[in-house]
Nanobody
Framework: QVQLVESGGGSVQAGGSLRLSCAASEYTVSTAFMAWFRQAPGKEREGVAAIYIGDGRTYYADSVKGRFTISQDNAKNMLNLQMNDLKPEDTAMYYC??????????????????WGQGTQVTVSS
């Protein structure tokens, strides 16, 4: 069982930056992918960024490419999301997720087994 706890959310003005972190209780080779998702009120959960634990390969939604960076710290069992040049449309609850299976669709929510409780990000214009 993988337990995930997010931190680092908050309120920021447009153009600002935030860094989200996800502490994982288990960070082994059996964890294939970890990812960040977000969900705004009234909208579906959206994949933001994912990373393949095996080789560090990363995947990003088009809406965040060039602004967000996902990274892993294996020594600390941490997953991070550096968010720069934030926009009001980035406002959402952000969730950390993990799965043990391989997938060709790492930004699809349905393939993830383990989820954190979420951390709120609010960007004002």
């Amino acid at each position: 069982q993988v337990q995930l706890v997010e931190s680092g959310g908050g309120s920021v003005q447009a153009g600002g930056s935030l860094r989200l972190s996800c502490a994982a209780s288990e960070y082994t080779v059996s964890t294939a992918f970890m990812a960040w998702f977000r969900q705004a009120p009234g909208k579906e959960r959206e994949g933001v960024a994912a990373i393949y634990i095996g080789d560090g390969r990363t995947y990003y939604a088009d809406s965040v490419k060039g602004r967000f960076t996902i990274s892993q710290d294996n020594a600390k069992n941490m997953l991070n999301l550096q968010m720069n040049d934030l926009k009001p449309e980035d406002t959402a609850m952000y969730y950390c997720a993990a799965t043990r299976g391989w997938t060709n669709l790492p930004l699809r929510a349905s393939i993830y087994t383990y989820w954190g409780q979420g951390t709120q990000v609010t960007v004002s214009s």
